[in-house]
């Protein structure tokens, strides 16, 4: 039996931080990290961004060893007993922790009718990526499913890497949850213009042997077809120990989960407080992945610090790109001023009092904090309001 001070279940980008977390408050204690892939920790965002342009892969690991970490590649702990504090590793071994945080991130959403093992890459791991990017190429054809932030960057680095590329979705338009609807439309006919076959309301029915069936009767042929579609959260874990569960670890403003002072939660699985918006969040995006690991890292080290950052997000679509933070959700209404519609401009997403929820910075660079400022601030936007994001 190893015996841990610290045992983090997780791999990723979170756990990283989780142990530079801990180390930031003790530099001796025992780290233990388990993790389903089997690479060491490495950065997320360039597998769907800097990779397609460039970027030389080594440059996304992190650095954990360094830390003084056991890692524990390819191995998944499948079981935990929280009144022994002991976890069993998928090879039946028993480990034993005074402190344990979850970290396990999630799964990536399956297509219906995925006919044939291995159709579909579901993108998400830098094994993806690798796989992906052997298959890429001059006038390879390419179906993206999904029309949201994993699928709206992929279909612009395969088109970049000269594959002809379809990308479909049941929403009216590419970030259609997220975008106000002029400018979903916007990115629709941005896309085309880059060469993008854009299939709008199309719900996929079929796959197999590299043929999309659409609910439509539509089919489109491809040599490779790639989907990003979020994740499900992987809780089992936690569920299986007794913990409370509600589309992810439900945790407290520390980080700890069951109201217990052992366990803990970070990252993409955890449902976390968040005072500034009312009510509680799961955020799947790289800012929260860092800042919420080392925050609770912390804590499990004894810095007793409550989580109250409002992350942010950011995406390239082809020369597109922007910052985001808060709650930015298309059903919400909106307070928008543009340089030029659909090029360079800011919308705030308001509650019914005009209070700001949250902000799209599109080309506006440098202003995040600036946004969180406002969303902090409870006061009534007007479109006046945001002219001093514009300077």
């Not at 408050?25 to 961004?49: N, Q």
């Not at 992929?154 to 997220?178: E, H, K, Q, S, Y």
């Not at 109201?259 to 970070?266: N, Q, S, T």
């Not at 955890?270 to 890292?297: C, I, M, Q, S």
Request: hydrophobic share 40%; charged share 25%; aromatic share 8%.
């Amino acid at each position: 039996m190893a015996a841990y001070r610290y045992l983090i279940v997780g791999g990723g980008m979170t756990a990283d931080a989780a142990a530079r977390g801990i180390r930031d408050h003790d530099g001796v204690g025992t780290i233990g990290m388990f993790g389903a892939e089997a690479h060491e920790p490495y950065a997320r965002p360039p597998l769907s961004k800097g990779l397609w342009t460039g970027k030389e892969e080594s440059s996304i690991f992190r650095g954990t060893p360094d830390l003084g970490v056991e890692i524990n590649a390819g191995r998944r702990i499948v079981a935990l007993d929280l009144g022994a504090q002991t976890a069993t590793d998928d090879s039946g071994g028993v480990h034993s922790y005074e402190k344990i945080l979850l970290a396990t991130g999630g799964t990536p959403r399956r297509l219906p009718g995925d006919g044939d093992a291995g159709d579909v890459i579901y993108y998400r791991t830098l094994d993806d990526y690798r796989r992906l990017r052997g298959l890429a190429g001059d006038g390879v054809r390419a179906a993206v499913v999904g029309g949201g932030f994993i699928g709206s960057e992929i279909a612009a680095a395969l088109t970049m890497n000269g594959c002809a590329v379809t990308i479909l979705f049941p929403d009216m338009g590419i970030g259609a949850r997220l975008f106000p609807a002029e400018l979903s439309t916007f990115v629709n006919e941005y896309y085309a213009d880059k060469g993008v076959t854009v299939l709008a309301e199309e719900l996929v029915e079929h796959v197999s042997s590299g043929v999309v069936t659409t609910k439509s009767g539509r089919t489109i042929e491809a040599d490779v077809v790639v989907a990003g579609l979020g994740i499900v959260p992987a809780t089992e874990l936690a569920e299986d120990a007794g913990l409370e569960v509600d589309d992810g670890i439900l945790v407290d403003e520390y980080g700890r989960a069951g109201g217990r002072d052992d366990v803990f939660a970070a990252g993409d699985v955890a449902r976390f407080p968040v005072p500034a918006l009312g009510g509680t969040r799961r955020v799947e995006h790289e800012d929260h992945a860092n800042t919420h690991g080392r925050v609770v890292g912390a804590n499990m080290a004894g810095a007793e610090a409550e989580y109250d950052h409002l992350p942010f997000f950011y995406s390239d679509l082809f020369e597109l790109g922007y910052e985001a933070v808060g709650d930015v959700d298309s059903r919400l209404a909106t307070v928008e001023h543009w340089v030029e519609p659909g090029r360079k401009g800011v919308v705030v997403y308001v509650d019914d009092d005009a209070r700001a929820r949250g902000a799209l910075l599109w080309d506006v660079w440098g202003k995040v904090d600036d946004a969180r400022g406002l969303i902090l601030a409870g006061t009534r936007v007007v479109p006046e309001s945001l002219l001093f994001f514009l300077d």
